[in-house]
Nanobody, 121 residues
Framework: QMQLVESGGGLVQAGGSLRLSCATS????????MAWFRQAPGKEREFVAY?????YYADSVKGRFTISRDNAKNTVYLQMNSLKPEDTAVYYCATGPRTTSYRLSRSYDYWGQGTQVTVSS
């Protein structure tokens, strides 16, 4: 059974930065897709970023967020810069097989519990 544990969330002012981490155990992540999603109150969970060797981003975060991975540490990161109040959400890490349907939650078979990111104006 694979486990994912997110950390690094918190409260930050608009324009600030945060770095989220997702530590995994139970399976080596090398060769698997890793992704970040987020869910704001009252909204559906939405895709943020995806990485295998290439990376893909939601338009809303492109140029501000960077996803990266350290396969030796079985960890994936999300560097978030120029944060905006609309980035406020619970951020989830997910993993699954490589997929072209990377924007869809159902493409991933393991999820973390989430970490809260709050951006104040």
């Amino acid at each position: 059974q694979m486990q994912l544990v997110e950390s690094g969330g918190g409260l930050v002012q608009a324009g600030g930065s945060l770095r989220l981490s997702c530590a995994t155990s139970g399976r080596f992540i090398s060769g698997y897709a890793m992704a970040w999603f987020r869910q704001a109150p009252g909204k559906e969970r939405e895709f943020v970023a995806y990485i295998v060797t290439t990376t893909y981003y939601a338009d809303s975060v492109k140029g501000r967020f960077t996803i990266s991975r350290d396969n030796a540490k079985n960890t994936v990161y999300l560097q978030m810069n120029s944060l905006k109040p609309e980035d406020t959400a619970v951020y989830y890490c997910a993993t699954g097989p490589r997929t072209t349907s990377y924007r869809l939650s159902r493409s991933y078979d393991y999820w973390g519990q989430g970490t809260q990111v709050t951006v104040s104006s």
